[in-house]
DNA sequence: TGACATTATGACCACTCGGTCATATAATAT
DNA sequence: ATATTATATGACCGAGTGGTCATAATGTCA
């Protein structure tokens, strides 16, 4: 955690700092990002910086906490009302979410991207042991529901499941970032929206050929 | 690509400063990679590095394509057999032998990993000037295959499902490289083998609550 | 043996890195 | 005005980077 010192900062000379550390670590990689890049952008000393954080590390697990922070933020009043929701619904809403975060919090989206391709273990491990983890058990619980609930064929792999709308979790977003990247997203909401329940249909009804209509 | 002088080398000597660089790029990702490291590891001075590389792009460049090469070799004898497979076989196949490949080459896995959370981009785009490429428009010619035989339902997008296989690929692959990755692949061939099953049983049945048993 | 081309070497260059520290400045309290 | 505390500063450190180059060693002909 950062200094007291830190805290003690005026507002805007704060951000500044955050905004400019933000920008840096969204682009390079915790070994590659440059603290001597970041007093630059931020127009602060190199003392001044080490009399706000301890070090590198300090520094770089503030940031990613902010991140998350404002991802479990962003993702709370969608998860209050899970229970109401069917799994297809569950699923539905978070990749809508998650591509929505994406487009509404890019700078925080770009983090979590870089911190997903981090190299060196021990930064990593600092950042979790201080947030996350939730997600993972998290799609895990919402296929027990399911389950139990009948929603679900019960030949169905929990583990495999589980894997796939992970890793279709994070494909769904870095495709989008890649792809519209640059676009206004409202102009995209109805592409989203359609390539979203392509999965989802793929997911829930396979690939196979079937006949007549869904039989939802 | 690297100097005449460099295939004059001893085979041993060769063979030695290639091993050293595959290490190290596999173990960090362009930037960090230490061509110091590299002339320590395989014992020759920096100055007769110099003279079989122009530099260190050159080298990655090197590398990175050995490893392409080896992986489309491991993988030729596959395709060469496609045309006869249904789609079902052919995704099955080419999840199992990538899990293969990366038993029996970690090397080449570790380096291809590296490179697909590479961040310096001009790094990437010198490496994907010079080959691959064809493993996403491979899934698509699949798919379209399929659909042509009626293998697969008129509602899937292809698009959807060609993202959707590439993303579970790679994912299968870090999975199990994760999970696996000190113990003797003969020893979990089967659990491999199921997992994958669980897997293609989602992508081509679907999850949702179906009766009776499979309709294949 | 001597001439010539090929290969090997490591000190050296300019630069960047994360981090330190003595010192200067500003703010606050007495 | 003085003493005390909090903050700001940038030269400096040791280490590592990719890359260069004059020089030394080796090999190959005649």
Known sequence: MPQETFFNLPDVKRNLIISAAMEEFSTANYNTASINQICKKSNI?????????????????YIMTLAIEEKIKFFSTVLAEFHTLTLLEQIRLLFIKGIEFAKSHPQYAALGEQFSKENDESAKLSVMKEGDRQSESLFMEMIHNAKSKGEIDNRVDPLALSMMLQSLNSAVNGYMLNKFGNI???????????????????IFNGIQSREGDYHE
Do not use: M, P
């Open 45 to 61: 000393a190199k003392g001044s910086f080490y009399q706000y954080f301890t070090d590198k590390l300090d520094l770089y697990v």
């Open 184 to 202: 206004r997203y409202e102009y995209n909401k109805e592409d989203i929206n359609n390539f979203v329940d392509s999965l989802l249909d793929i």
